[in-house]
């Protein structure tokens, strides 16, 4: 029969691109009648003469299906590309900077983060502060600190990015403490909006990501406070995008390589190099990803779960890719060709910015634990330096306390009740008498409740019981990847029923549930082919829910922003008794 690709047999019209939200497999996805669709022959040719099926056309099409580089695009069309996820991290950036001073004192977990970070300024490690310092630090004298080391349990990397904006505008202000938290959340809206650009060839549905994200309250109420958690899902988000890049990059590589090696052979590749497909050299995306995963580990540990999912998802999508391109062996080649030096272009890449990230306390002479090993030789592993026994025992110890951590608090909250919005966290609760500046009747309120955006988060948590039917009944791998996200970031916390939960957990795949509910809005937007009326429904249903999401989130604002309110208007924002 002689040789042909291992691609489908479907009816002529079967492989037309599938518009952006459509659950369509592969990689044929196009946009929502946005501007951006393409003409011409279909996006994948399910049938090709062996002489065709390899050239360098071919095979994109078969693994991009569509896509254009940046160049393709008209000038116009390629000012939109930026300017609409520029627009959206702006109004972003505007809702978490503007009051980002209030309140003016610290707020919650800031008392921790926010201290250590004035300690990193002044020594390059966590050193203990004495009794009642948030009274002094609250009235800008931060500089009380004392001599001695503070024992934390939380890497350094936030705390350090915490400590960049306090050195730009001073310890001595709120808006200095949270400057970095605020520029973090703001570019982290930029980042979704291309993001979901890139998956779902929308400018549309680009625009309704950022929107959402942007006017969110968790994510508000996360990006106002110097908390870890906005610079953990920063982190993961970027990584995420580069590996979307590297994805992209990592087919043009197999295409081309493939192309070679049948332009060799007279148009017909040779059945050797379809055995496992080449090694497509070093993938500097995945190098990025690694960088910016050590950075989120180096916030938090729990980046691990993150770096495991998205370094499974990376070697899942190459071993796709070789299947679809007619590589027998695929798996064997994904696994040893792509597989190895994605464990390699990744996991050290992150371990040396990680170890990188602790340079401070290496160059201490007394933070914590600084010395346990000169005081605690060892025969087994005397070898090792002291300082990295140190530094492996101050890791011991911390794992310990997190893994006892079970203490009682009254804004705990189990996992299973953060996609409806069980019980969030209240960061601030004044009540200011009548005549304070605001408060003109005779009970008013100020709070920060770092509640979600309802609609945000029930249409998400609605959302992902579609994805699963997408991914599992269409294969669609945008489903997958998105699923993927928010599995790493919330499966995990259900291994740990016993230890202390809190909401503001769940903004480190926030960005996630963001991109599930876009992904539905995409198909009630429907198909660029589909008839007039429908797609004007779909544009109205998109449009509204958008805007009543933006309406929806101007009445919880006050709540979020603490501003200054009539307690009744207070009481009428908290929908749940759980709330309070």
């Known amino acids: 029969m002689g040789l042909v690709t291992q691609t489908s047999t479907r009816p002529p019209g079967a492989g037309q691109p599938a518009p952006a939200g459509t659950g369509k497999t592969a990689e044929a996805a196009d946009s929502s009648g946005d501007g951006m669709q393409r003409s011409g022959p279909p996006a994948r040719p399910w049938i090709s003469r062996p002489a065709e099926a390899f050239t360098v056309g071919a095979l994109q099409a078969r693994l991009l299906?569509?896509?254009?580089?940046?160049?393709?695009?008209?000038?116009?069309?390629?000012?939109?590309?930026?300017?609409?996820?520029?627009?959206?991290?702006?109004?972003?950036?505007?809702?978490?900077?503007?009051?980002?001073?209030?309140?003016?004192?610290?707020?919650?977990?800031?008392?921790?983060?926010?201290?250590?970070?004035?300690?990193?300024?002044?020594s390059g490690y966590e050193r203990s502060w004495p009794d009642k310092a948030n009274d002094s630090f609250n009235a800008g004298n931060p500089e009380i600190l004392l001599t001695s080391p503070e024992y934390v349990v939380h890497p350094p990397v936030g705390k350090w990015m915490i400590a960049a904006g306090m050195g730009m505008f001073g310890a001595d202000n709120s808006f200095g403490w949270r400057f970095s938290a605020a520029l973090t959340g703001t570019l982290s809206i930029l980042l979704l909006s291309l993001i979901a650009l890139k998956l779902f060839r929308s400018l549309p549905l680009a625009g309704a990501a950022g929107l959402l994200l942007a006017v969110d309250g968790h994510h508000l109420v996360m990006s106002r406070t110097s908390l870890l958690d906005i610079f953990l899902m920063f982190w993961i988000l970027a990584a995420f995008g580069a590996l979307l890049l590297d994805r992209d990059d990592g087919?043009?590589?197999?295409?081309?390589?493939?192309?070679?090696?049948?332009?060799?052979?007279?148009?017909?590749?040779?059945?050797?190099?379809?055995?496992?497909?080449?090694?497509?050299?070093?993938?500097?995306?995945r190098v990025v990803a690694g960088v910016c995963l050590g950075l989120a580990v180096g916030t938090k540990w729990s980046g691990l779960f993150f770096l495991a999912a998205f370094g499974l998802l990376t070697v899942f999508w190459d071993l796709s890719a070789r299947r679809v391109a007619g590589i027998r062996g695929w798996i064997s080649g994904g696994v040893i060709k792509d597989g190895l030096p994605a464990f390699l272009g990744i996991v050290p890449v992150a371990a040396a910015v990680y170890a990188a990230s602790w340079t401070g306390w290496f160059r201490s002479e007394d933070a914590y634990f600084r010395r346990w090993a000169e005081s605690n030789p060892s025969a087994e592993w005397g070898w090792l330096p002291d300082s990295v026994r140190s530094l492996a025992h101050y890791h011991r110890e911390a794992y310990t306390f997190h893994q006892g951590l079970g203490s009682e608090h009254p804004y705990e909250a189990s996992a299973w009740s953060w996609l409806v919005l069980g019980r969030p966290t209240s960061?601030?609760?004044?009540?200011?008498?009548?005549?304070?500046?605001?408060?003109?009747?005779?009970?008013?309120?100020?709070?920060?409740?770092?509640?979600?955006?309802?609609?945000?988060?029930?249409?998400?948590?609605?959302?992902l019981v579609i994805l699963l039917f997408w991914w599992a009944g269409r294969r669609d791998w945008r489903a997958g990847a998105i699923l993927a996200g928010v599995g790493a970031g919330y499966l995990p916390w259900f291994l740990y029923p016993e230890r202390t939960m809190f909401f503001f957990y769940a903004v480190s795949?926030?960005?996630?549930?963001?991109?599930?509910?876009?992904?539905?809005?995409?198909?009630?937007?429907?198909?660029?082919?589909?008839?007039?009326?429908?797609?004007?429904?779909?544009?109205?249903?998109?449009?509204?829910?958008?805007a009543a999401a933006v309406l929806l989130s101007s009445f919880f604002y006050p709540i979020w922003a603490a501003e200054v309110i009539p307690y009744d208007a207070w009481r009428i924002r908290m929908w749940m008794p759980s709330w309070i």
């Open 427 to 463: 960061f601030f609760y004044e009540s200011p008498e009548q005549g304070t500046p605001g408060c003109d009747v005779a009970k008013c309120t100020s709070a920060v409740l770092s509640v979600g955006n309802p609609m945000v988060w029930w249409g998400a948590a609605v959302s």
């Open 251 to 285: 087919r043009r590589r197999l295409s081309a390589l493939l192309a070679r090696a049948a332009a060799g052979n007279g148009g017909r590749i040779p059945a050797t190099a379809l055995l496992t497909g080449p090694w497509l050299g070093i993938r500097w995306w």
């Open 509 to 546: 795949f926030e960005p996630f549930l963001v991109l599930a509910l876009v992904y539905c809005l995409g198909l009630v937007l429907g198909r660029a082919t589909d008839p007039p009326w429908r797609r004007r429904s779909g544009v109205y249903l998109v449009v509204l829910f958008v």
């Open 65 to 122: 299906g569509t896509a254009q580089s940046w160049r393709d695009y008209p000038p116009s069309l390629r000012l939109w590309l930026l300017l609409v996820p520029v627009l959206t991290a702006v109004a972003g950036g505007i809702l978490r900077f503007v009051r980002l001073d209030h309140p003016h004192k610290l707020v919650f977990d800031e008392t921790y983060y926010v201290k250590d970070a004035y300690s990193y300024l002044i």
